[in-house]
């Protein structure tokens, strides 16, 4: 059976205009991963209340009767809820969850928007209609921005929902209707697992619900590949009101999964229990990286003194403001584009981004003063090998001016709005290019963006080995990575 869905999804991924994938934010289901993540709920019995919102034409639904139907559960009845709110997949919605057609199954498939059914019937409306509590859900949800003001936004923000996207929002919301016990499984981007937009997001989760497993695709165009979406997806696995313990985490390359991996680990590895942001991390491997081993990097950028922030010039902002080129009244204003491995390149003549800002009464609170600083791209490229990219900005670069603007796609350390001792700034981009930090960065950060709250929830080493690895880097030419791992685990070892 699960062939025949198969069949009839790639052919509407081949047909569907790019478009309208983007509207609904939906992209189906591989049958390989339905199949897999139909695999992961636990063993049961009894009558199954099972919701598949946003499900497309049944794939993730058809592997999970398919399961039953071959004896995976035992349970006597099922009922399935298989919300979709685009009409013009009904039909082979319909044709797919008839297939499993019995007298111990009922299906009903809605056409309404999930979200305000979902919302109206936790609030318990006159006029909403009635949601069982589920015990199985398994979800593909649209990926999409939810706008702050939107109908959406206002009708989650009464349940004490607060969330930035549609795919955290159908999370929120299937966990919210979960009976007790309930088993969650959902296949979603891995964005939500740091930054500050997806806080509350994670606050709801984990206060409601038990990690039981996380799978990664290796691969950023494994779990979608019809459909050519770059995106670093994760399935989960959540139990609505478990007690936390242990979570199994597993790894592939692909849809496949003909390499999977296992291992369990402590909840301590996925949510560390200092930290205030909740991020959670996806350790690929049973052995602790050797920076988690090394009792010399344990300090935050508070225990060191050290400020990171994101670049405050949002030029759309002040573009009357800009200039092409420098001039007087201006003051230099860096992009990404000025940075290289080789150093800071200023002015850049023809380059698409302005050169300067000026300097007057409405951008003076805009500008640091001239000095050393540490910067960080806070957007990556998706094909870069590294996640982090560091580099010192020198005031030599600039002559004798007194201020810099920084543009908000960099990330800058700094004391108090101020340059840092030419050594430590130097310190910081070493240890920020070390290859050991980067993977330690990957364990949570599962997009292209490197934000100042993920710098912040880094672990540093202290301000003596920072300096010394500055001094070091301020004798050397230009850097490989292999002389920067190699200096860098010879001095905090």
């Known amino acids: 059976m699960l062939l025949d869905v198969e069949q009839a999804r790639m052919r509407l991924s081949k047909n569907t205009d790019a478009k309208k994938k983007s ?13 897999f993540m139909a695999g992961l709920f636990p063993s049961a019995d009894g009558t199954c209340r099972l919701l598949d919102a946003g499900a497309g034409i049944g794939s993730l639904a058809a592997a999970f009767l398919e399961r039953w139907s071959f004896g995976g559960f035992g349970f006597q009845r099922v009922e399935v809820d298989a919300f979709e709110i685009d009409d013009s997949l009904h039909s082979e919605l319909m044709r797919t969850l008839y297939k499993f057609a019995s007298s111990r199954l009922s299906v009903a498939v809605h056409g309404d928007d999930f979200i305000h059914t979902a919302t109206d019937a936790l609030c318990g409306g006159l006029f909403s209609k009635l949601l069982p509590r589920y015990t199985h859900v398994i979800l593909n949800p649209p990926y999409k921005k939810i706008n702050s003001n939107s109908a959406h936004r206002l009708a989650l923000r009464s349940i004490g929902i607060e969330t930035v996207n549609l795919y955290s929002a159908f999370i929120a919301l299937a966990v919210a209707l979960a009976a007790p016990g309930g088993q969650i499984v959902a296949i979603i981007p891995r964005s939500f697992c740091n930054g500050p937009y997806y806080r509350p997001f994670r606050d709801f989760i984990l206060e409601r619900a038990a990690i039981r497993h996380m799978h990664l695709f290796e691969s950023r165009s494994a779990a979608f590949k019809d ?40 909840f301590g590895r996925i949510v560390f229990p200092d930290d ?12 602790k990286h050797a920076i988690e081993l090394t009792e010399t990097i344990c300090y935050t950028l ?31 204003l860096l992009y990404p584009g000025h940075l290289s491995s080789t150093g800071t390149t200023w002015p850049i003549e023809g ?45 030599s670069a600039f002559g ?54 993920d710098l912040k929830a880094m672990k540093y080493p202290s301000r003596e080995i920072l300096i010394k690895l500055g001094e070091w880097a301020m004798q050397q030419g230009e850097l490989t990575q292999s002389m920067i791992d190699e200096k860098f685990w010879g001095i905090a070892i």
């Not at 205030?276 to 052995?287: A, K, L, N, S, Y």
């Not at 508070?302 to 001039?327: Q, W």
């Not at 050991?436 to 997009?447: L, S």
Request: charged residues 25%.
């Open 351 to 395: 380059m698409k981004k302005p050169n300067a800002i000026e300097r007057n009464a409405d951008t003076e609170k805009w500008l640091y003063p001239s000095g050393f600083y540490c910067v960080v791209r806070r957007f990556s490229s998706k094909e870069e090998k590294r996640r982090i990219v560091a580099n010192v900005v020198k005031p």
């Open 400 to 453: 004798d001016v007194p201020v810099l603007g920084f543009e908000n796609h960099l990330n800058l350390f700094h004391e108090n709005k101020r340059g840092l001792p030419e050594a430590l700034a130097h310190g910081l981009a070493v240890y920020l290019n070390t290859t050991a930090a980067d993977e330690i960065f990957r364990r949570f950060n599962g997009h292209t963006q490197v934000n100042a709250t």
């Open 227 to 266: 459909d050519a979406v770059l995106q670093e997806n994760i399935i989960i696995r959540l139990e609505r009101g478990g007690q936390q313990g242990s979570v199994m985490v597993s790894t592939s390359t692909d849809d496949t999964f003909a390499d999977l991996e296992t291992h369990e680990h402590p």
């Open 302 to 332: 508070a225990d060191l003194c050290i400020n990171v922030s994101t670049g405050p010039v949002v030029d759309f902002r002040l573009k009357e403001h800009l200039r092409d080129m420098p001039g007087e009244g201006s003051v230099p």
């Open 276 to 287: 205030p942001e909740r991020f959670i991390h996806v350790p690929t491997t049973p052995e």
């Open 23 to 35: 509207q609904y934010g939906q992209f189906l289901t591989p049958g390989g991963t339905a199949a």
